[in-house]
């Protein structure tokens, strides 16, 4: 089973991020079947199959989803990073914020979400991994746009993280 999971998460191309919220439960599944020292051939529970059988069954729908992926970005644009973490997963995602055409404009421009490691964390350390992780992500944006004098906002509801931050 472990296989199973392992080869058709791999399978979802998803370069931006776009995905991220969609393949996060079977990343969250392999992580549960992991800890549960299941062999690699081994059947877990059946509420593990049961819960990758309706994920593989919902993916399926994604395949007829498009994505318009214009941006206009010019030294007025702003960068918002998302953060956030749970016990089990944390996550970021960037947004630009443009005026266009008189109208205000907000893309998706990208997202990542990893599984909180198999050591135990506190939900505070995870938030600053994920701060940690979208500054990152947010610098490499920066590079790639050749831009590094747009305006930043980074977005968490953790206070301890943005305490730590300052």
Known sequence: MK???????QKV???IGMLAPST?????LFHEIWKMKI?????????????FMKW???IQIL???????CMKIDIFTELHVFVD???GSYAKCVFARSIVDSRISVILVRAKSRVAPLKLLSIPRLELMACCIGARL????????????LKVTLWSDSITALWWIN
């Open 3 to 9: 296989r199973l999971v392992l080869s058709n998460v």
């Open 39 to 51: 062999a690699w051939d081994e059947e877990p529970s059946q509420n593990s199959v049961n819960k």
């Open 85 to 87: 973490a749970s016990k």
């Open 63 to 69: 395949k007829d989803v498009t994505v318009p992926r």
């Open 56 to 58: 593989f069954d919902e």
């Open 13 to 15: 191309f998803d370069p």
């Open 138 to 149: 947010v610098n490499s944006i920066l590079k790639a746009l050749n831009m590094p004098d």
């Open 24 to 28: 996060l439960l079977p990343k969250l």
